[in-house]
Antibody, heavy 119, light 111 residues
Framework: QVQLVQSGAEVKKPGASVKVSCKASGFTFTNYYMHWVRQAPGQGLEWMGMINPSGDATSYAQKFQGRVTMTRDTSTSTVYMELSSLRSEDTAIYYC????????????WGRGTLVTVSS | QAVVTQEPSLTVSPGETVTLTCDSSTGAVTSGHYPYWFQQKPGQAPRTLIYDTSNKHSWTPARFSGSLLGDKAALTLSGAQPEDEAEYYCLLSYNGAQNYVFGTGTKVTVL
């Protein structure tokens, strides 16, 4: 069955970087885009960006351009999201979700990784 | 960047029908935005209910349906059940599916 297993919670200081991982199983990893979505406490969902199946192209939401980097490792079927220059407003749950066309887009989600930014 | 707006909250009686809408600041929502609808319950990841305006996943209860209503995307819940109490988000695609924007979310109360 399709599974997206995310890394554990992180606590970071303002100005630091965080790298969250999402390990995929149960499907052919190299056939799918992967999205990252975040949700601040008590707030709505926010699309951050996506990476293509081969890992050589990304598309980031304008808000995060220059601060986010998405990569993937096909040897371990893992996708990564690194966010730099963290500030308190980046405290949120970060989700990965599978991407593709139509029914395959956003069909499976990870359980989320809580990133807390605090001095 | 586009702003996608939803009703902040709606209340529906059990067994009744409620319609949620999804509006784009850039103009009319069309099938070219490939509207998605997600349900999220407290402490859980979102779950896709509708993709590409009106298509359902195998896990989507039959009482949920998606459509275009005027210049907006819409999610209709016909015959609300207590377990449908949740937050609902729409998602629109822009720039040839290279950019996505979530709606502001609608909290649905079944009371």
């Amino acid at each position: 069955q399709v599974q997206l297993v995310q890394s554990g919670a992180e606590v970071k200081k303002p100005g630091a970087s965080v790298k969250v991982s999402c390990k995929a199983s149960g499907f052919t990893f190299t056939n799918y885009y992967m999205h990252w979505v975040r949700q601040a406490p008590g707030q709505g969902l926010e699309w951050m960006g996506m990476i293509n199946p081969s890992g050589d192209a990304t598309s980031y939401a304008q808000k995060f351009q220059g601060r986010v980097t998405m990569t993937r490792d096909t040897s371990t079927s893992t996708v990564y999201m690194e966010l730099s220059s963290l500030r308190s407003e980046d405290t949120a749950i970060y989700y990965c979700a599978r991407g593709g066309a139509g029914i395959l887009n956003f069909d499976y989600w990870g359980r989320g990784t809580l990133v807390t930014v605090s001095s | 960047q586009a702003v996608v707006t939803q009703e902040p909250s709606l209340t529906v009686s059990p067994g009744e029908t409620v319609t949620l809408t999804c509006d784009s600041s850039t103009g009319a929502v069309t099938s070219g935005h490939y509207p998605y609808w997600f349900q999220q319950k407290p402490g859980q990841a979102p779950r896709t209910l509708i993709y590409d305006t009106s298509n359902k996943h195998s896990w989507t209860p039959a009482r949920f349906s998606g459509s275009l209503l005027g210049d907006k995307a819409a999610l209709t819940l016909s015959g609300a059940q207590p377990e449908d109490e949740a937050e609902y988000y729409c998602l629109l695609s822009y720039n040839g599916a290279q950019n996505y924007v979530f709606g502001t979310g609608t909290k649905v109360t079944v009371l």
